[in-house]
C-alpha cells in the first residue's frame, strides 16, 4: 500500500526535490547560488535605470502617452519658470513628425533662462530640481520631469536633447546637446557652443522621440486647450503635427501672485517626521523648534503645545525622546492652531475658473465655487470647482438629445490630468455625491449622466500624486472631503437652477394649455350669454392678459 503511494507521487512530481538536494535536470540548467556568489552581484541600481526600465512610472508607458508626458513635461516647467521670474509666459509648443512614430518637439519660453552649468544636469540626470526640498506650490516637485523625457528621447530614437537658452539680454545664448548616461546618471554634453536667440531671455528645449499622434480626450490637442483654460495669463500658441496652428491669447495680464514658500502646517505631520525634525533640529529649546520650524506656531501656541505635552519649554529638541515626541504629537494636533495662510496657494480663482469654462464649452448655465485652505499631512491645499451646464455639444454620441456621462476635467497646480481618470480622489470624490439630489441620474458607482462639464483644481504646496507620472490624486480623506464640499456647493446650485426651469417648463405647458382652449372658452360664453363677437374677442383677450400677469408673478 505505501509502495504504490510512493510510485504516484514520484510520477506525479517527475522534477521535485528532494530536501535540500536538486534533481539531475535543474542542475544542468543552473548553478545553485550561494551568498558569495550573490553577494558578487549585489549594487546599487541608479535611478536612470531603475526609471529606463520603468519607464511607465513616469508617464511614457505607450506611444501616445509619452508624446503627452513629454509636452507636459516641457511646458511644466516653462510655466513655472516664468511664473518665478514674474514675468507674463509667452509659449511656443511645436510637434513636427519625422515619420508616423518619431517626432520632434519642441517648447519655447520667455522665461529667465538657464544658467549654463547647469544646463547638463537638468536636462540630463535625474532627480535634479529645485523644487523638491521647498513646500511651495508649483507644476513641478520631483526634479525627474524634463530629465526624463530628454532619457526617453534618447532610449528611443538615439537623438540628444537640444538646448538653446539666455539669461542675459547682453550676452549670447547657449546652444548644448546633452544625454543622460543612464549607468551613472550623469549628463554627457555632445555639443556645447554660443548662438543667436531671437528672446531676451528664455529657453528652447528640443526632444526627438518616438510617439504617436491621436487627437481626442487624452490628446496633446485637449491638454494645450486645457492648460490655457487653467493658466489665462499665459499666451500659448501650438503647432499641431497635422499641421494644425492653435493660438490661445492671454485672457488676463495679471500674473498668479507668486506662491510663497512656506513650512509645514503641525496638524498632520506624522510623528516619525516631526521626531526627525525635532532630532536634527538646531534650536535650543522645544517652544524656538516649534516657531521656527512649522507655520502658525506663534509664543503662546507654542506654550501651549508644551503645556498639553507637559514638556518642559526649554527642552533641547535635539535630545527629545520618542516618547516625548509622542506627547508632543499628540498634543499638538488637541491645540487649536490657526490655519494655514493662504498665500503660499495660487488658485486659480472661481471667477476665473468659471471663465476659462465658458471658453471651452458653450453651456446654459455656470457656476463656480471655490473652498478656503485645508491641510493634509501638515500640507495646506485649496478646492476650487466650476461646473457648466446644457452643453449641447458634449457626448451624448453624436445625438444631443442623448445625455452623456458627466465630463470631468480634472487639475492640480494648474496642470490637467488626462490619465488614470478612475484611479484619482477628484473622480471617487464626485462618484461619490449623490447627483439626484440635484436633479441629475446617475447608476450606482457611475459618474452622473448629464450635458455636465465639471472642473475641480486642486492647488497645493505639495500635492499627492499616486505615482511620479502625476496622473492622479492620492486619497486622502482630508482631500477628499474638501472636493466633496466644493462640488456640493456647485451641485446646489444646479440643483437650484434645474428645478427653477422645470417649474418654468412646467408653467409654460400648463399655459399653453389654456391658450389652446381659450377660443373655446370664448365660443362657449358666447352660446350661453349671447354675447356678441366683439364683446368675446374682449373676453378672451382679458383673460390672456390675467395669464400673462400670473405668470410674471
Ligand atoms: N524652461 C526652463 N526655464 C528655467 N528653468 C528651468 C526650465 N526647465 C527646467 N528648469 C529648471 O530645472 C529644474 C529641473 O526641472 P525638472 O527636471 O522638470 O524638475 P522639477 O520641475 O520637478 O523641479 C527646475 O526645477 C527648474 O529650476
Ligand atoms: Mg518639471
Redesign the pocket.
Known amino acids: 500500500m505505501s509502495k504504490t503511494r510512493k510510485t504516484k507521487a514520484k510520477r506525479a512530481r517527475p522534477a521535485a526535490k528532494a530536501k535540500g538536494r536538486t534533481t539531475k535536470k535543474s542542475r544542468e540548467m543552473a548553478v545553485a547560488a550561494t551568498a558569495e556568489s550573490m553577494a558578487a552581484k549585489q549594487r546599487a541600481i541608479s535611478i536612470s535605470e531603475f526609471f529606463a526600465k520603468n519607464r511607465h512610472l513616469l508617464g511614457f508607458d505607450n506611444p501616445r502617452k509619452a508624446l503627452l508626458t513629454a509636452v507636459k ?1 516641457a511646458v ?3 510655466l ?2 516664468c511664473e518665478e521670474a514674474h514675468i507674463l509666459p509667452e509659449l511656443v509648443i511645436s510637434i513636427k513628425p519625422v515619420t508616423e512614430s518619431k517626432f520632434v518637439l519642441t517648447v519655447q ?1 520667455n ?4 544658467v549654463k552649468q547647469q544646463i547638463p544636469n ?1 536636462f540630463a540626470r535625474l532627480l ?5 526640498h521647498s513646500l511651495k506650490m508649483s507644476r ?8 526624463a523625457a530628454g532619457m526617453y528621447g534618447l532610449l528611443t530614437t538615439g537623438e540628444p536633447v537640444q538646448i538653446i537658452s539666455r539669461t542675459n539680454p547682453k550676452k549670447n545664448a547657449h546652444h548644448y546637446h546633452v544625454q543622460i548616461d543612464t549607468t551613472k546618471n550623469k549628463p554627457e554634453v555632445v555639443l556645447d557652443e554660443q548662438c543667436d536667440f531671437e528672446l531676451s531671455t528664455g ?1 528652447n ?1 528640443t526632444i526627438t522621440l518616438e510617439g504617436k499622434y491621436q487627437k481626442g480626450r487624452k490628446s496633446v490637442d485637449e491638454y494645450v486647450a486645457q492648460t490655457a483654460m487653467a493658466n489665462p495669463h499665459a499666451a500659448i500658441i501650438y503647432h499641431a503635427p497635422d499641421g494644425s496652428n492653435y493660438e490661445y491669447p492671454r485672457q488676463t495680464k495679471e500674473i498668479p501672485i507668486p506662491p510663497r514658500e512656506i513650512k509645514p502646517h503641525p496638524y498632520g505631520v506624522e510623528l516619525g517626521l516631526m521626531y526627525k525634525m525635532a532630532r536634527d533640529s538646531s534650536a535650543k529649546q522645544l517652544s524656538a523648534f516649534l516657531q521656527n520650524e512649522f507655520s502658525r506656531v506663534s509664543l503662546r501656541v507654542a506654550n501651549q503645545i508644551c503645556e498639553k505635552a507637559k514638556l518642559r519649554k526649554t527642552l533641547r529638541p535635539s535630545r527629545m525622546s520618542l516618547k516625548q515626541a509622542e506627547a508632543l504629537h499628540t498634543a499638538i494636533n488637541e491645540t487649536k492652531i490657526m490655519a494655514p495662510s493662504t498665500d503660499c496657494i495660487g488658485p486659480i480663482g472661481a471667477e476665473q475658473l468659471e471663465e476659462g469654462l465658458k471658453r471651452v464649452v458653450d453651456a446654459d448655465f455656470y457656476t463656480a465655487s471655490s473652498r478656503s485652505p485645508a491641510v493634509y499631512r501638515g500640507n495646506p491645499f485649496l478646492i476650487e470647482v466650476a461646473l457648466a451646464y446644457g452643453d449641447k455639444s458634449s457626448g451624448g454620441n453624436g445625438d444631443p438629445e442623448k445625455e452623456p456621462l458627466m465630463r470631468l476635467i480634472r487639475i492640480a497646480n494648474r496642470v490637467p490630468l488626462l490619465y488614470q481618470q478612475s484611479a484619482c480622489a477628484i473622480y471617487k470624490s464626485v462618484l461619490d455625491i449623490n447627483w439626484r439630489n440635484y436633479g441629475l441620474s446617475q447608476s450606482r458607482g457611475a459618474l452622473p449622466t448629464a450635458h455636465v462639464t465639471l472642473m475641480v483644481h486642486m492647488a497645493s504646496v505639495w500635492v499627492p500624486f499616486t505615482s511620479e507620472s502625476k496622473e492622479a490624486i492620492a486619497h486622502y480623506p482630508e482631500v477628499v472631503k474638501e472636493i466633496q464640499l466644493a462640488v456640493q456647493e456647485c451641485g446646489r446650485k444646479l440643483g437650484m437652477y434645474l428645478r427653477k426651469k422645470k417649474r418654468i417648463q412646467q408653467e409654460m405647458d400648463k399655459r399653453r394649455y389654456i391658450e389652446t382652449y381659450l377660443p373655446y372658452i370664448g365660443e362657449a360664453l358666447q352660446d350661453i350669454l349671447t354675447l356678441k363677437q366683439k364683446q368675446v374677442n374682449t373676453v378672451v383677450s382679458r383673460l390672456k392678459r390675467v395669464l400673462e400677469k400670473s405668470r410674471k408673478i
Open positions: 513635461e511644466d516647467n516653462s513655472d519658470a519660453d522665461g529667465p533662462g538657464i537638468i535634479y530640481g529645485s523644487k523638491f513641478g516637485q520631483q526634479g525627474i520631469g524634463i530629465s529657453t528645449v
